[in-house]
């Protein structure tokens, strides 16, 4: 937290800097009108070595600063040697705000990357932490690798009977191709908010891929009784494909559903149970 304030704090001041300076840059080049033109190069060869070190690197940027300085102070010498001119407050002007350029470019973009870093750093944890899908309010897989392991010691300590049902959309990437983003989201939510009306609140609903929208249920009972929900849930689709819904979508809603009751002896994990019900859901044709 204190650093990523800090990156705040120097994005900020280094903005403010750049932009002061270039203000300064301004008075000066528009109060020596007869130096006009050898002002305005040396002005655009400052920003030209902004912009190199703004997408490369601080070493880069003050290495071409020092190239530069090199040429203006030869340029100068020339001018005074040569020619006879008076060395004037310009020459000096810009070899110092060239470098001062460069620096405060590279302090603001560091300060940005530093803060784009940590807002992937943020987004990576919360995904990684989230136990809960954002657009559906339902239980991710994370959650149901926790839940399942308790309700699986459950199962095995009691006697319960526990059994999971996988669920999702027969040919979701054909319906997603004749449909738009709006109306699929809108199906999501609908076969979501159906599938938790079809269970008791004791028993357990998550959603495991948005992608290719799956769906999972816990729930305490058999393999008949379960079933019993898979019926009820069909019934509820075939209910919004012909109902007052039918028109949204302009197309069939149809759900594959295995489902597999725990056994200690071929279930071990979370995972394992998923794998047994998704065999199962093969079957359903």
Known sequence: MMKRHQSNLVSDIAFLLLFVICFICIVFVAGK????????????ISFMLAIVTYFTSLTAGLVLSIVFIFGSGTFTLYQSV???????DES????IMAPAITFVTWLL??????????????????TSLATMDENTNLKNSLSFQRDAAVFMALSTRYEIPLTLLIINVRHWD???????EEDMTA???????????SIRTNDSLYIFDKENPTWGMILFTDREGANIVIERLKEKVI????GDKADKYRIE????????????ESIATPLDFIVEARKQMEYDV
């Open 174 to 180: 054909e319906i997603r191709r004749m449909t738009s």
């Open 109 to 126: 973009t560091r300060a940005n990357k530093q803060l784009q870093e940590e807002k992937e750093q943020l987004l990576k944890s919360n």
């Open 92 to 95: 000096y002007f810009w070899l």
């Open 187 to 197: 199906a999501m939510n609908d076969v979501s908010i159906l599938s938790q009306t």
């Open 82 to 88: 040569v020619q006879g001119s008076m060395v004037g």
């Open 33 to 44: 009108p007869d130096q006009y033109i050898q002002n305005i190069i040396f002005l655009n």
């Open 239 to 242: 209910d919004l494909n012909v």
């Open 253 to 264: 809603l149809n759900l594959r559903v295995g489902a597999v009751e725990y056994q200690t």
